[in-house]
């Protein structure tokens, strides 16, 4: 099991001079810290993930969607192809796959942008608002590791929360749409495990984001010296 380990010095009783004790604190314990700040700030979590709620909906919903019109092209029937086209898909004679439309990728990128720009800015909210916090806990002998631990695991049970929602309500959205555009043929040709992994791989871009967006926030508390913490004002 992962340790982190507190530097104390204690007096060794011969008085030869310092002798170097170590505090383990397990991994489950800074799971456990992570889990109580998220439960103290309930609803600014909330609002920080409900925009990644918001951009791995919309990635999973073109996932998906590609997924299903993908399933009917595969059936290689005429009327479901023409179908497709009527729809709105862009099918060159003889194309076998539905790719995303560059509209669609530029939106998705940008709506990960802006959920990114967003999670840094409420992550470094969070830290001006915990200096306290992090000045004790670095007095009492947190190294840098920990902190950046702390905030990482934090972002991480976030993005994974978020993500999972987002996708799942992504997912179920584009199959919803897929059935009302093309009726039960569209979940009949459904490929099941691609779908699965489109939604798996929507999850993993909402973790991967929600990391990224933490990071700077996280290592500038890291560093942040305790004197300099506890003097803060607020």
């Not at 951009?55 to 999973?60: C, D, E, K, M």
């Not at 919803?176 to 992994?197: D, E, I, Q, S």
Request: charge should be positive.
């Amino acid at each position: 099991m992962m340790t982190e380990k507190y530097p104390f010095e204690q007096k060794s009783d011969a008085g030869k001079g310092p002798v170097k004790r170590l505090v383990v604190l397990p991994f489950r314990k800074s799971v456990e810290i992570s889990f109580k700040s998220i439960k103290a700030r309930f609803f600014r979590s909330m609002i920080t993930t409900l925009s990644l709620v918001l951009a791995v909906s919309f990635l999973s919903f073109v996932y998906v969607s590609n997924d299903a019109a993908n399933g009917l092209l595969a059936a290689d029937d005429p009327d479901l192809r023409q179908s497709l086209i009527q729809s709105g898909y862009d099918l060159a004679p003889g194309a076998d796959r539905v790719d995303s439309s560059p509209k669609q990728r530029w939106i998705a990128i940008l709506s990960l942008l802006v959920c990114a720009v967003g999670i840094v800015n409420a992550q470094l909210m969070a830290v001006t608002e915990r200096f306290r916090e992090i000045g004790t806990m670095k007095c009492l002998g947190a190294l840098d590791r920990f902190i950046l631990r702390l905030f990482m695991l934090e972002a991480g049970m976030q993005g994974l929360a978020g993500a999972a929602i987002g996708a799942l309500a992504g997912g179920l959205f584009a199959l919803l749409n897929a059935w009302f555009m093309f009726g039960a043929a569209a979940w009949v040709h459904l490929p099941g495990v691609v779908v699965t992994g489109s939604v798996i791989k929507a999850i993993g871009v909402g973790c991967v984001l929600s990391l990224i967006g933490v990071l700077y926030p996280a290592v500038l508390a890291a560093r942040m010296q305790p004197v300099e913490a506890m003097r803060a004002e607020h």
